[in-house]
């Protein structure tokens, strides 16, 4: 007799539970997603001018310095500096002084850069000339986030 | 004799709930009552949108799937996002961020929120979200984070 009491009582509850599992609205109406981007650090340069032209005198001696103007645009602190290779066409040993000029934090500069190229080895016959030196502004080693340096190189072609 | 009368006390009693419960069954299914459904998801819960590489516009590669299932009509899912903050210092505001919008492939400035579905009818539906991100030589280098909410509108 309790058994089948129990079992009645059983019955019943489980009635109950279904009775309240009448289907009730769902209203979830807003979805949020978390988004990242990673910016990377970068510094691109623009020179003034594609080349330059370089006059030797006669005999052994140094090439006058020339400017070389542009604009840098970087997101990190960043320098500028200069090298220059020898023209092919050109006699002697070419060096150029690179020179450096320090930009604070990030932004858009302008930069006039001193190339100072020197000419040694020059044969005694050498009676002086003039070469066309190309130029490029060219990003340099942009190192990794957060390490805040960034150099910009300008080249010959 | 005690037990006996208890037992049949306790009988009436479940006799007298399980009558109970089957008169509310019986006015439940003489009135369903089918309620108001909506559902929006959105995949994945963490979009990386990638790396930019320098100043301009950044199209991100990733797409964020979002689901709508609705037994009412709806006025259409709208998307906003937040101000992307990077740690340390810096913003990316949201007028700088861009959605696609999957009808024309627009896209559209997210500085108040956009629109990107038009009203819809009761279904289930999905919709594929690009976004584009302006960047510009004052976003300093790093990981910017920040938050897109995509809301289903109440019709009007």
Same mark, same amino acid.
């Given at each position: ?14 009635? &109950?539970? *279904?009775?309240?599992? !009448? ?7 807003? *979805?949020?997603?978390?988004?990242? %981007?990673? !910016? ?22 140094? &090439? ?7 604009? %840098? ?8 500096? *200069?090298? %220059? ?18 930009? *604070?934090?990030?932004? !858009? ?37 957060? &390490? ?5 190189? %300008? &080249?010959?072609? | 004799?005690?037990?006996? +009368?208890? =037992?049949?006390?306790?009988?009436? @009693? ?12 019986? +006015? ?62 810096? =913003?990316?505001?949201?007028? +700088? ?17 956009? @629109? ?15 976004? +584009? ?14 938050? @897109? ?8």
């Amino acid at each position: 007799m309790r058994q089948r009491l129990t079992n009645l009582i059983s019955l019943g509850v489980a009635l &109950a539970m *279904a009775s309240a599992a !009448v289907a009730t609205g769902e209203d979830r109406t807003t *979805a949020t997603v978390a988004v990242t %981007i990673t !910016v990377l650090p970068y510094a691109d340069v623009q020179l003034d001018v594609d080349h330059v032209e370089v006059t030797l005198p006669p005999g052994p001696g140094d &090439a006058p310095a020339v400017y070389v103007g542009g604009t %840098i645009r970087t997101n990190v602190p960043a320098h500028v500096s *200069a090298q %220059i290779t020898k023209p092919l066409n050109a006699p002697g040993d070419w060096t150029a002084e690179p020179q450096s000029s320090e930009l *604070a934090n990030s932004g !858009v500069y302008r930069f006039d850069t001193l190339l100072k190229i020197m000419v040694t080895n020059l044969p005694e016959s050498f009676t002086g000339a003039t070469y066309t030196v190309a130029l490029e502004g060219r990003t340099g080693e942009v190192q990794t986030p957060g &390490a805040g340096v960034a150099t910009v190189t %300008i &080249a010959p072609y | 004799m005690t037990a006996t +009368r208890q =037992s049949c006390r306790l009988a009436a @009693v479940a006799i007298a709930a399980i009558l109970s419960l089957g008169v509310t069954a019986q +006015r439940a299914c003489a009135l369903p009552v089918i309620e108001r459904y909506v559902q929006v998801t959105a995949t994945p819960e963490t979009l990386d949108l990638g790396t930019a590489p320098g100043q301009g516009d950044f199209d991100s590669p990733s797409e964020l799937t979002v689901k709508v299932a609705a037994n009412c009509a709806t006025g259409g899912v709208v998307a906003s996002v937040s101000a992307l903050q990077m740690t340390g210092g810096g =913003s990316i505001g949201p007028e +700088r961020v861009f959605v696609k919008l999957p009808l024309t492939g627009n896209y559209v400035a997210m500085t108040n929120p956009v @629109v990107v579905t038009p009203p819809t009818n009761p279904g289930t539906f999905n919709i594929v979200l690009k976004f +584009r991100v302006q960047t510009t030589i004052a976003d300093a280098p790093g990981q910017y984070v920040g938050t @897109v909410t995509i809301t289903v509108a109440p019709p009007t």
